[in-house]
């Protein structure tokens, strides 16, 4: 006769044994997740309901100083008025503008410099690499106090430069008044603005490419250089066939930053600026548009579609650059 597998002995001490009680964590046993608490308390209130009150705010219309029940659904009318309006449309051209003009160049001369710190400035590299670098870190009001003063229409080093060259100069006789306007249009011309914040973002940025470049440059082995070497390459050569393909997921990196950091550029143009955007708003970002929109016109629920709209935009970006230096098979 056959056994079921009620009668096996397994079933009977299963069926005889007492319902299994959660176990209580013990007082210590708590430690860890108190420890590790912090940052996620101040992730949840600083980073998470930001985001998503930023989320909800843009579906709103809201002047902060009518309170929470001052708000009132809108649904996509921001975006719609956002997409529409001039002075963001021509605040996003500025900033594609001053990201292409800064950013570019930024690695077309990072990556040579890099190179050529690692191969030929070996007892002395960390010095240059250190200066280089040293802008990165250097207060933003103070490099944009000293771009000020070097571009100032009347006492400016770079006016002076211009106007000692003569009618050969772009300014004539003139000196150019770079950020505000002038009673003479002509001096006043709003396309300085743009060259004036693009020369202080390349400048400033440069010497951290520069850092990330020669960082990734020294995990390339030796050995591919000498084997190149012994087969006859030139330097030339090396650095087209074997120091660029090997960059190319330091390139994706760093050219990400870049596109993040540009398309969200915001303090300098500010500062240099005063926050007018300089002459005609050829200046003003669509950060500095996003930050006036809410604090200064008080319209907080436009500008949190501004902000979505922008996370978009670099999302998009993002995508692109990650296809474009996507590994081939």
């Given at each position: 006769m056959s056994v079921t597998s009620s009668d096996?002995?397994?079933a009977s001490e299963l069926a005889a044994s007492p319902p299994r009680r959660r176990r209580k964590l013990q007082a210590w046993e708590w430690a860890p997740y108190v420890f590790i608490s912090p940052f996620f308390i101040l992730f949840?209130?600083?980073?998470?309901?930001?985001?998503?009150?930023?989320?909800?705010?843009?579906f709103q219309t809201w002047d902060p100083s009518t309170g929470l029940q001052g708000m009132e659904w809108v649904g996509i009318e921001n975006f719609k008025f956002v997409l529409e309006d001039d002075w963001f449309q021509k605040s996003l051209y500025n900033t594609f503008w001053i990201a292409i003009v800064s950013g570019l160049p930024q690695h077309l001369v990072a990556i040579p410099l890099a190179y050529f710190a690692h191969t030929y400035l070996r007892k002395?590299?960390?010095?240059?690499?250190?200066?280089?670098?040293?802008?990165?870190?250097?207060?933003?009001?103070?490099?944009?106090?000293v771009w000020n003063s070097l571009f100032s229409r009347d006492f400016g080093v770079i006016n002076m430069a211009l106007t000692s060259i003569g009618n050969f100069s772009?300014?004539?006789?003139?000196?150019?008044?770079?950020?505000?306007?002038?009673?003479?249009?002509?001096?006043?011309?709003?396309?300085?603005?743009?060259?004036?914040?693009?020369?202080?973002?390349?400048?400033?940025?440069?010497?951290?490419?520069?850092?990330?470049?020669?960082?990734?440059?020294?995990?390339?082995?030796?050995?591919?250089?000498?084997?190149?070497?012994?087969?006859?390459?030139?330097?030339?050569?090396?650095?087209?066939h074997i120091t660029v393909p090997l960059l190319r997921p330091m390139m994706f990196f760093a050219v990400t930053l870049t596109i993040i950091g540009n398309l969200q550029l915001f303090e300098e143009p500010f500062i240099i600026t005063g926050g007018t955007g300089g002459i005609n708003q050829a200046g003003k970002t669509a950060a500095m548009h996003m930050y006036n929109t809410a604090f200064v016109d008080s319209d907080f629920g436009t500008a949190s579609a501004v902000a979505w709209i922008l996370f978009v935009i670099i999302g998009l970006m993002t995508w692109a650059n990650n296809k474009f230096f996507a590994q081939k098979d």
């Open positions: 096996s002995p397994a949840l209130v600083f980073g998470l309901f930001p985001l998503l009150f930023s989320m909800w705010l843009a002395h590299r960390n010095a240059v690499v250190g200066v280089y670098f040293l802008p990165f870190i250097t207060s933003t009001v103070a490099i944009a106090l772009i300014a004539g006789l003139h000196p150019l008044a770079w950020l505000f306007p002038t009673t003479n249009v002509d001096w006043a011309q709003p396309q300085y603005t743009k060259w004036m914040i693009s020369s202080l973002v390349f400048w400033r940025y440069v010497g951290w490419n520069t850092v990330l470049y020669l960082s990734a440059l020294q995990t390339i082995p030796r050995d591919l250089y000498e084997a190149a070497t012994i087969d006859g390459a030139s330097s030339r050569q090396q650095f087209w």
